[in-house]
Each structure stands twice: as C-alpha cells, then as structure tokens.
C-alpha cells in the first residue's frame, strides 16, 4: 500500500548438500556439488529434477546440512521506505544469510519471518541459507523424557523439533523428508504506509451479514511525500449489493493507530458448501485516507457470511455426541477425505494443479477435507480455493502420536506464535470448520493401557483451545482425533478413527453395528491404480509389477512393525465380498486380481457410507484415508499420485452425490432405498424400482413421484414400492432366488427425454462376476463427438453389465466403474484430460465381460480438421450432466 512493492525471490536459485557443520560460511561453499533449485521447493525437489532421486528410492535428507543461495539486483532503502526480507517457511532448523550477514535464526518449520534489511542492500546481493542436518540434532539428549513411544516415526526425538512428520513415517511416508525453503521468499518495499494487521469476522444477525473488522497501520516516517493517517472506511462489494462504513481510530503509539468497527449488509447472501447451496463471497477493500487528502486502497480479500455449529443444539458435546455440523441451520452430512499435499516432494504445487486437485474432491461430492497433523499446513491459495470452491476443512495443529514437551519454554513459546499465526491466517475463513488439536494422541496413550487424559495435558486442553476460543471464528475445536467416549478409539461416541470396515477386518455390516458418531478417519485400503498407474511403478518393466515385488509392496501402506499390510485387508474383502481365493487368483490370473482389487474397494466404501448417510443414521459424516496417494503405488488415495481417479472414487463419487440414491440390505427387513436430496432447491423426480432374473428378464417394477424439500431425505422399502413381498434381499430363503439383480433409480422428465440423477444396484443371490462375450450380454456402444469437443457415449446392453470401464487415452469420462441396466440406454460424457484434443480411439471393459469392447466413434473429419487448426480449450467445456438414461422398454 501506499506504494508498497513486492517482489518474489524465486529464479536463480542452486542447492548443495554436505556433512554436518563442514560448511557454517556462507563465503565458503565454492567446490561443492550445486544443483538448480525451486524456490519454493525442497532439497527433495532439486535431486528429482536433476535426475539423481525418484519416488520410492531410499532418501536421508535429514543426514546432511543443505545450502540454498540465489543472487539478485535490489538497492538499499532510501528514506521514507521500509524494505523487508520475508521468508514464508523453511524447513526446519536454518540460518539465513543476506550477504554474509546472518540476519535470522529459524527453528521451527512452520514459522514465517520478516528481516528488516534495508540497510544491507548493495545493489547485487547474495541470499544463502543453510539447513542444518536434523539427524545429529536428534542425537541430543533432551529432558523431559518422552512418556510413552509411537512406532509412528522413527526417532521420538522429533517430538522437540517443529517438522513435518511426513516423509518421517516409515509405515505410510516413509520419504522424502522437508528440507528446505518450502514456502516463498520475497523482498517486499513498504512506502508510506505499512499494515501490520487486519482481521476480519464475517457473521450473522438473523438475515443480515456482521463484518467485524480491526486494521492496525502505521505511517512511515522519514519521506518526503504523504502524511499522516487520518480516517479509514470498509467496504464491500458482491452478490448483496455495495456497502461500506466508517472506522473508529485508536492511536497505539506514535505513527500507529488501529482503525475497527462493524459493517453491516442487509439480507446477506449466504455462504454454504458446495453440496447444500452457492459458496458466495464478497469482496472486502479497506480505504485509509492521509492529512494531505491521498487515499489508498487496501485489497482485504474476500469473506463469506455463514454460521457455523458442531450440532444442533447449544450444549451439543463433541466428546459425547459426536460431530454434526451446522451450517446456517442446516445438518450438513460432512463427507471428504484426509488431504496429502499434491505436491508431496517439492511442497509448492502450481495454481492450477492445486485448483484441479480441490475440483476433483468437489466433483466426487466430497464437502470436507482434513489436513492432518502428520503433515504440514496448507498454503493460503489452498483456503483461497476452499472458500471459492465450497469445501469445509478441517484443520489439524502439526502435532501427532508424540509427547510433546509443552513445559520446555523455547517450545512452549514457538508453539504460541505457531498457534497465534495459524489462527490469525484461518479464523475468518468461511471453509474452516474444525481446529483439532492433534492426530492420535489420545488413542496412542490409551492403547498403551494409560490414562488418555494424559494425552489431553495443558498443549491441548488448555494452550489451543484458548487460543481458538480467543480467536474471531466459530470452528469447532476437538482436541484430539480421535477422542470421546471411555476410551477415545470406540465408536460409539465423539470422534472416532474407524477402521472396523478396513484395517480390522470387520464384516460391512460392523458400519451400522459400531455405532460411529463421527469418522475423523476411515476406510482405508490399498486401492489398486489403474494400468497407467501400475505401470508408473516400473516402467522401464511395466509387465514384471506384481503385487508381491517389492517395487510393488514399497507403495503399499502398513502399520510399522507389523506383519501384514494394507493388501491383506484388501484381499480379506476380495475373499468376503466377491467369494473368490485372493491368493488363487493372483497366481492364475493377475490381470483378473488386480480388475477384481479395484472394484472391492469401493464397492465397500459405498457401502459404509450408505449406512452412515441414511435416515436414522446418527453418524454426523466420514473422512476417508486419504485423497491423493503421495506415491506410485496401491496407496490409500481414491485418486493415485498423477492425479488420475481410481475405481474408488468413482464409488465414492456416487455414494456422496448432493441428489442421490442407495439401497442398504435390512435383512428380514427386505431391501430399503433411500434418497437424498441435499441441493437448497426442492426437487421433484421419480422413484424407480426393478427386479431382474438371470441378469436379463425383469420380473416387476414400480415407481413413485417423489417430492423432497431443499435439504432432505427420505426412505422407502423395494416391498413398498412395489406393494408386495417378493424377499427382496433374499433373506427367508424358501427357495431360489426370484431376481438377481435390483435397481433403484432417480429420474425426472426433461426437454431431452428422460434424465437419471442417480442409480444403485444390489444382487441379492452375489455379484455377477462370470465373464460372457459381449454379443451374450447385448452390449453395444455409439460415440459421437460433441460441439464442445467433448466425447458423448451411449452404453446400453440386453443383460446386466456390471464394473464397466471406459478406457479413451486423453479423456476423463464423467462416470465409469459403472453398472448397465438391462434394456436400458447410458449416454456417459467424456471430456478431454488436457490441452490436446486427442484421437477418440478407446475400449470398453467390465467385470462380467470377456475381453473388451472397441468404442465407434463417429466423427466428422471436417469436423476434426477445423477443431485441429482453431486449438482447442479445455476450460470453455460448459458443465453438463455426467449422464442421462432411457427407460428400458
């Protein structure tokens, strides 16, 4: 403001590694080994992109002291003029040098600095920083003595040090670890004016938006233009109309004064998540005038107007009734995935893959993402998307499994200006919903037979959640996840890890059984990329991964020290749901394992939040383990380190849709179908049921006009719908079963024919897993090419056709890992991957089909030579429906 410049410190920059201590000088580093460098980026970052390290290979980044240097042209402050030197992270205990003048000490990775340097400037500069190998600092004897042990990490000495503990983790991340200058560097030049703090509080008083703001501004002396700070006014701008007020100045000291005061908008448009309304934001400029009758504009950036509620009721207890959020009013079932960063070696994800990575967990009708405490935090683009976006976050405090010495005052004191800054950056954001103290403190003390209470302790039942309360936001603080209940790892109460249906083998059916109030984790396994992926582990030998080497298994999570894996419990749901020999087929028929792997899994996911999103569920919602694999491999991601969808978040997907349907098995109860209908507008749709023998000869069918309000949900029984018993789940068993195959579908009448919103299907007598030629199942496809450029392919198919896949290289389809209805016709759009428009060449293959299906596609080539040369855009795609449906005759 006022002038102010900015100016990133991000080209030029080389790294060089050497032992610990052999270089403390700056002047002393020629000879070594220099790499290029990515600032922001990590010493990680530099070996991979000079070839000389790849995922899955051993690392020991915290063995070795790593230098960072750049030089740059900037001359010393002139007076009237503030210049700074703002380091935004580095990774982990560093000095920095500005040249050859050490100008900061830095302990703690996830601390922020600004070095007053003006002074220091000399035209050409050198900026060198050094980060000291951790490994020797681990070495040092420390007291207090840690209470308990985590298998977590590998060296409990981490506890002292303010790291991320990813890349530390053996078990699920096992490398690289952060080393470096992680987050931006910056030179900024401050004239005039400097803004030393603003907050923001966007409420709600009934219909009418509250913004809260406090602004803190100092003059700088020593120019020879502007003057003194006299007034400042707020304003604001969006969808509620333009509207700004004055601020009350209070002087704190010479040059300084803070300027507040309350805005208010009447009838506000609200801020919702994505899946139960319009995330809408306003846009805030705070306008500071001077006694010499300039004005300066100030960009506040955006707010959003919501309010925010861990229940429905004043006195709801997290730690008791679990977590269920409100948000204006409404029950919002919360439904996401742990966040891993899409950038897990460099830490500094460009823009638009950071953006595209937050649409893929919006389009898979996820409303919440965790950034957990093994991890780091996020940058401010990330919330800056989540607020636009729609997406809640749950944010975890960088604490996990380890006893963290909170009595020691050096720590003590960097964990409050950790806190503090945290808290200054979040609290006004309309996506963050949840502080959490830490990941598995309490669960790891409890499961070692201690008091959890002593998990809990001063850091996180006093230190945080003070400062949250302290702070201007109405998040959620939870002090631990999991914790609640007797034992902070049951179910049955607060908030739970659930690993019933995962990790500890449970049958699907343990989902309702449990009890679960809320699943701050859940359903992790070791979901199987596509073949692009796989082939991603060795493609020098892309036909030798198997899921027994070990370039294989090194992509595959586990608890550390333990004697199994996250295959195993895989393959346990392989054996239990699809009745087939994991161990059998993988010998016999790998290509048949892996097809048949990546089905299971989300075919279990889907089935799990089904029971938790139904009606009479009290489960508040769910965040699956985790989003993105941070590696080629079976990781625990729905989607694998490219970036590219696998068979489970296409289950996902489904099951979490803001309009959907779903059946759940009752048992003697008979079949139940349930729909949701979390849109802010009422729908109106049919309710379709179907029964179908040997997987072709439908044997009834009934539907209903169903009519539900904004926000709602509803159930029916199949028996119900049709009105009669026909032992629709197959549980009394008088004989053979009648129909094999049930449909639900949600369809309403539109301009085009008939639309299907949703569609689930449920084989009461098993899965129909024989594989018959295609001409035996009816199965045809047509394609054709779209005026946007995107693909439209109708499926339709005389018998059942179930887990069918659509395979176009250069194309994302909008569903796949889909099921056929007989008779029925699909129309699935597929949109192009990239830039490129490429051949529309590609196959069709399902888990009942032999072999595969060529997809036709018909395409003008006049058509494809105009759209050759004119290029084609990817992001002018106007949003369609992902599928519709014909009636099947």
Not at 126 to 149: D, F, H, Q, S, V
Not at 180 to 186: E, I, L, S, T
Not at 449 to 478: I, K, N, Q
Not at 870 to 876: E, K, S
């Amino acid at each position: 403001m006022g002038g102010h410049e900015r100016r990133a410190l991000e080209t030029g920059w080389e790294a060089t590694s050497c032992p610990p201590d052999a270089h403390v000088d700056p002047a002393d580093l020629d000879g070594l080994d220099w790499l290029a460098a990515r600032v922001p980026g990590t010493a990680a970052a530099a070996l991979h992109d000079a070839g000389r390290w790849r995922p899955g290979e051993p690392s020991d980044l915290d063995a070795e002291d790593w230098w960072f240097r750049t030089r740059f042209a900037a001359p010393a402050a002139t007076p009237g003029e503030e210049v700074v030197l703002a380091l935004d992270g580095i990774a982990t205990v560093a000095d920095v040098f500005l040249n050859g003048t050490r100008v900061l000490e830095s302990v703690s990775m996830f601390a922020a600095h600004e070095v007053g340097v003006g002074a220091l400037l000399a035209g050409e500069n050198e900026l060198a920083i050094r980060c000291r190998a951790l490994a020797p600092l681990l070495r040092t004897p420390r007291k207090p003595r840690a209470r308990w042990r985590t298998r977590l990490v590998a060296d409990g000495s981490l506890r002292w040090f303010r790291t991320a503990l990813l890349g530390r983790a053996p078990g699920f991340a096992p490398g690289p670890a952060a080393v470096g200058p992680w987050r931006p560097v910056r030179l900024e030049r401050r004239r005039r004016l400097a803004l030393d703090a603003l907050t923001l509080d966007a409420g709600l008083d009934r219909d009418d938006g509250l913004l809260t703001v406090e602004a803190t501004l100092r003059t700088l002396p020593g120019g020879e233009q502007g003057g003194s700070i006299t007034s400042a006014e707020v304003a604001l701008a969006g969808p509620s109309g333009a509207h700004r007020c004055g601020l009350l100045a209070t002087a704190r000291g010479p040059g300084t004064v803070t300027f507040s005061g309350e805005l208010r908008v009447p009838r506000v448009a609200r801020w919702w998540p994505h899946t139960h309304g319009t995330p809408v934001l306003h846009d805030v400029v705070l306008e500071v005038a001077a006694d010499d009758g300039t004005v300066v504009s100030v960009d506040a950036g955006r707010v959003g107007f919501r309010s925010l509620a861990a229940g429905p009721r004043a006195d709801h207890d997290v730690e008791h009734d679990g977590l269920d959020l409100h948000v204006n009013g409404v029950r919002v079932f919360a439904r996401g995935a742990v966040w891993t960063p899409v950038d897990p070696i460099g830490l500094a994800p460009p823009e638009p893959s950071l953006r595209a990575a937050l649409e893929q967990a919006r389009d898979a009708g996820m409303n919440l993402l965790r950034v957990p405490g093994t991890s780091a935090y996020e940058s401010p683009a990330f919330f800056d998307l989540c607020d636009e976006l729609g997406l809640l976050v749950w944010q975890d405090f960088m604490f996990a499994n380890l006893d963290y010495p909170v009595a020691d005052a050096g720590f003590r004191a960097t964990v409050e200006d950790e806190a503090r800054d945290l808290l200054a950056a979040l609290a006004g954001r309309p996506c963050v919903a949840v502080f959490c103290g830490n990941s598995e403190i309490e669960q790891q003390v409890a499961m070692l037979g201690l008091d959890p209470a002593l998990g809990r302790g001063e850091l996180f039942g006093e230190l945080l959640p003070r400062a949250v309360s302290r702070a201007a936001t109405d998040a959620v603080y939870v002090p631990s996840a999991p914790c609640g209940g007797e034992l902070p790892f049951r179910p049955g109460a607060g908030v739970a890890n659930y690993y019933g249906v995962g990790g500890y083998r449970r049958p699907l059916e343990d989902a309702r059984r449990a009890d679960v109030r809320f699943a701050s984790e859940c359903l992790a396994f070791a979901n199987v990329p596509d073949e692009e992926g796989v082939e991603a582990l060795m493609p020098e030998l892309p036909a030798n991964v198997v899921v027994h080497h070990p370039r294989w298994k090194a992509g595959v999570p586990r608890d550390a020290g333990s004697g199994w894996d996250f295959d195993d419990v895989r393959d346990h749901y392989l054996a239990l749901l699809f009745g087939v020999d994991p161990g059998e087929l993988r010998r016999v028929d790998h290509a048949r394992y892996l097809d048949l792997s990546r089905a299971v899994t989300g075919e279990a996911m889907a089935e799990v939040f089904g029971e938790w999103r139904r009606s009479g569920s009290p489960c508040g919602g769910g965040i699956v383990l985790w989003l993105r694999d941070l590696a080629p491999g079976a990781g625990w991601g729905v989607v694998d380190a490219a970036g590219t969808p696998k068979v489970a978040y296409h289950h996902l997907r489904r099951a979490l849709a803001p309009v959907a349907v779903w059946t759940t098995d009752e048992g003697l109860g008979g079949i139940d179908v349930h729909v949701a209908n979390d849109r802010p507008e009422r729908l109106v749709a049919r309710l379709r049921v179907a029964l179908y023998r040997d997987g072709e000869h439908r044997v009834d069918a009934a539907a209903e006009t169903i009519e539900l309000d904004a926000h709602s949900a509803t159930r029916r029984s199949v028996e119900g719908l049709l009105g009669r018993f026909v032992d629709a789940a197959w549980a009394y068993r008088f004989g053979p079963p009648a129909h094999d195959v049930v449909v639900a579908s949600l369809e309403r009448d539109g301009a085009g024919g008939t639309e299907l919103l949703s569609q689930a299907f449920r084989f009461p007598a098993g899965r129909p897993l024989r594989q018959e030629p295609a001409d035996r199942l009816g199965l045809e496809n047509d394609g054709r090419r779209a005026p946007d450029g995107s693909l439209l392919l109708e499926l339709r198919a005389t018998r059942v056709v179930y887990g069918l896949r659509i395979h176009v290289p250069g194309y994302l389809p909008g569903d796949d890992a889909l099921t056929l209805e007989p008779g029925a016709t699909r129309t699935v759009a597929l949109r192009p991957a990239g830039d490129e428009l490429p051949p529309p060449a590609g196959t069709l293959t399902a888990l009942n089909l032999q072999g595969r299906q060529r997809i036709a596609i018909q395409e003008d080539a006049s058509d494809a030579l105009d759209r050759e040369l004119r290029g084609f855009a990817p992001q002018a795609l106007a949003p369609s429906s992902p599928e519709s449906e014909t009636m099947p005759r």
